[in-house]
């Protein structure tokens, strides 16, 4: 699916968990965000880029294993020159895009 800061798409789906394969343009990031339903584990295959975890920055890079709990705010910025590609696993009840609460966003889609 398309979207400003890139793309994502769905390799898996099942009733407890939801499996993506995203996409980060350089200079790009997604929203700082939570969520109330799941917990996320990201893994970054390609690319360099910032992890902001409630509030604290990260640098990550191709390796790296992140893991962001239920209710924690969190981005994903590609600070590189090149694509930033990472997994993201998602577990919990509902995988839904309406359990995205934004708090800042580069594109005007805040929900608070």
Same mark, same amino acid.
Request: glycine residues 12%; negative net charge.
């Given at each position: 699916m398309e979207k400003p800061w890139g793309w994502y798409k769905v390799l898996a789906q099942r009733p407890s968990y939801q499996v993506k394969e995203l996409l980060v343009y350089p200079g790009h990031q997604l929203?700082? #965000?939570s969520h109330k339903k799941r917990t996320e584990f990201w893994m970054i295959m390609r690319g360099t880029g910032k992890v902001m975890l409630n509030g604290m920055v990260q640098t990550v890079s191709s390796g790296q294993r992140i893991s962001v709990e239920c209710g924690m705010k969190h981005r994903i910025s590609n600070t590189g020159d090149?694509?930033?590609v990472f997994i993201e696993i #998602?577990?919990?009840e509902y995988f839904g895009e309406d359990d995205i609460v934004r708090y800042e966003d580069d594109y005007n889609r805040l929900t608070v």
């Open positions: 929203s700082y #965000q090149n694509d930033l #998602q577990t919990g």
